[in-house]
């Protein structure tokens, strides 16, 4: 069966310091992979999607980025963390062949 | 501009009675919809999906209904139990875009 792992699980991190976040799939090949953010009260926004390796399609214009230097790893990043990244960050996959998405965990990242 | 809209932020059930949870969408060209559940802290759940060449879809307690003229889905969850208290979500996706758009989520209070 497929699984998807994120971590660390929290992280607080101090405004300016960078920031590195990574998630990974097992049980499947050629996943699309997608990174969201859950801001206190609201819905989950999509950040980023890849169908790929190296492919990677930007939502948001913001200081984060996101790369996928494996199959079944993507990595969201940041060189210089703002206050209002702070939130609830959630990667997902899902299959070429159907549309439903599966969540990981997420990582309750504070900036402080 | 919100494509996918819960315009109820929370609502009360009682235990063993319907909750019945509303989604919005302005996009027609969307065409395949998913509920999600989420609990704190924790990653969203899939539940139910749906696409557009149906109007129903039921799965156990769960049921989704979509009515493409008035761009409405509903989830029914009879009868409702403690334990679907959580936030649901629903998400809504154009074929051959690999993205969802998430609304931002309705509470749904289980009383026992």
């Known amino acids: 069966s497929q699984t998807i792992h994120q971590w660390p699980a929290t992280l607080v991190q101090p405004v300016g310091s960078p920031l590195s976040l990574e998630c990974t799939v097992e049980?499947?090949?050629?996943?699309?992979l997608y990174w969201y953010r859950q801001a206190a009260g609201r819905g989950l926004q999509l950040l980023f999607y890849s169908v790929g390796i190296g492919q990677i399609s930007s939502e948001v214009p913001q200081n984060l980025s996101a790369s996928r230097p494996q199959d079944r790893q993507f990595i969201l990043s940041s060189k210089k963390l703002l206050l209002s990244d702070s939130g609830f960050y959630l990667c997902a996959w899902s299959g070429t062949d159907k549309y439903e998405q599966y969540f990981g965990p997420g990582t309750r990242l504070t900036v402080t | 501009d919100q494509q996918v809209k819960q315009n109820s932020p929370s609502l009360s059930v009682q235990e063993g009675r319907i909750s019945i949870l509303n989604c919005d969408y302005t996009n027609s060209m969307f065409d395949y919809f998913l509920w999600y559940k989420k609990y704190p802290a924790e990653g969203p759940t899939f539940l139910i999906s749906?696409?557009?060449?149906?109007d129903k879809n039921e799965d156990g307690r769960f049921t989704v209904f979509l009515n493409k003229s008035a761009k409405h889905l509903s989830l029914h969850i009879v009868p409702s139990q403690p334990g679907d208290s959580a936030v649901y979500f629903c998400?809504?996706?154009?074929?051959?875009?690999?993205?969802?758009?998430f609304g931002t989520g309705t509470r749904l209070k289980v009383l026992a």
């Open positions: 049980g499947t090949s050629n996943p699309n």
């Open positions: 998400a809504a996706s154009e074929s051959g875009t690999y993205k969802y758009i």
């Open positions: 749906i696409s557009s060449i149906k």
